[in-house]
């Protein structure tokens, strides 16, 4: 946690108000935090803040904003995973919004288990994505999207966000094409299943306007591909 | 797992035994393996075959050695970690071995909690190396090593690492110069621990041959970090 993020709602009077158990105790555990320390602050969707520690009660921190902070830039990049298992779905969307990435979506493909559409995480993504912008200090949530269907989604969704200046990559192993790097506009990166996709999927992907690109002969794991492609694509950032 | 990694002993005759547990029922559960298949098995420290299978029992599964297989390249990097807590300690450690880090040296640093180095994760570093191996399709284990006192390390082991040829450069967050990407040439990563370097540790890193160098104004996490600064710097590979 690099910056404690409030609702609009916590920071209407001239002192703000940090009440969530969670924070406040990162806050005494982590930080140790005294009357008079500094603290940076980010209001959900809005500014981010410098602030100073003016009370410290049980349940409530009161803090006094000093002056407006930088929000750090989002990369230019639409993320699109085949869901993943749950545990790995809570890292995945944390470090998706601690990288900055503005559009998430979440599709579904052949070797995705059925069973993962159920998981009660799901229902959670606001609070992954909470302590994704905690970490990075950043405000502005990306759009999570999620398509419960393979087909129409990449007939029907994925050609509206394909253009001449913002190309859609497929991590695929099997190909010569390497992934780009140091790329300066913004594009759609696609990474498949653990087993990866299908070769229909694959051909249908191509087929709507994805350019199937390899990321070398290791094979790395969905979680860890994420942050590998990011650095690469956006490494003039 | 991708290729199931053997012991030399358990390749010394015609046929080849897989006999431990963990192989063989991720063969069963996973790949639901018959006999006449295909596998992919790499000689630890080795070389990698493809291989198929002819006989399969509860506790054995044999495999007939068919034709030598390529084994990925390494990175040309030796990545230097303050020791994290032991949860992120295995994700990192397989991350770094999939990911292809040639040497991965693990270090004490001001705020690295004392009781991390305590931890039995550490006694079995070996079996993350293993699942790290087989996810990337690997066979040879990156060199690790642990320096339980930082100074003595930076100033006696840190510069016989770095060279014109081969600079390190460590991931500050205060400091103008970027991350290089796409480089052709070895070099040493250094990453600190969750809350960062002290203002001590940079100037003795720096001091003592090392480039202070900024990854952008989003704070990530160490197992996040690693991944995704590798992808930035060797993306040319």
């Known amino acids: 946690m690099n910056i404690v993020l409030l609702d609009p709602r916590q920071t209407q009077s001239e002192l703000w108000s940090i009440t969530a158990q969670r924070q406040i105790e990162h806050l005494h555990t982590h930080l140790a935090v005294q009357v008079g ?3 940076k602050i980010g209001i959900r969707g809005g500014k981010r803040y410098l602030t100073q520690i003016v009370e410290i009660s049980e349940n409530i921190i009161k803090v006094k904003p000093l002056k407006e902070d930088h929000i750090p830039e989002k990369l230019p990049v639409t ?5 993943p298992r749950p545990k ?6 944390m470090d998706a919004v601690t990288l900055g990435v503005e559009r ?3 599709i579904h493909s052949y070797r995705v288990d059925k069973s993962y559409w159920q998981t009660p995480f799901l229902q959670q ?3 992954y994505v909470t302590l994704g912008l905690e970490q990075a200090g950043d405000t502005i949530a990306p759009k999570i999207e999620l398509y419960k269907r393979f087909k129409p989604f990449v007939e029907d969704v994925l050609p509206t966000l394909i253009s001449e200046q913002s190309p859609a990559f497929v991590a695929h192993p099997y190909t010569e094409e390497k ?4 790329i300066e506009h913004p594009c759609t990166v696609i990474i498949g299943p653990e087993g990866g996709f299908i070769p229909y999927e694959i051909d249908l992907l191509i087929k709507n306007g994805c350019q199937a690109v390899s990321l ?7 979680e860890t591909v994420i942050p590998y492609v990011l650095g690469r694509l956006f490494s003039t950032t």
Do not use: C, E, K, W
């Open 79 to 83: 993320l699109i995973v085949a869901l």
């Open 37 to 39: 320390d500094s603290l």
């Open 125 to 127: 993504l606001d609070h």
């Open 216 to 222: 070398g002969n290791r094979i790395i794991r969905t």
């Open 104 to 106: 998430l979506i979440l």
């Open 88 to 93: 790995v779905l809570r890292r995945l969307i």
């Open 179 to 182: 992934m780009p790097f140091a």
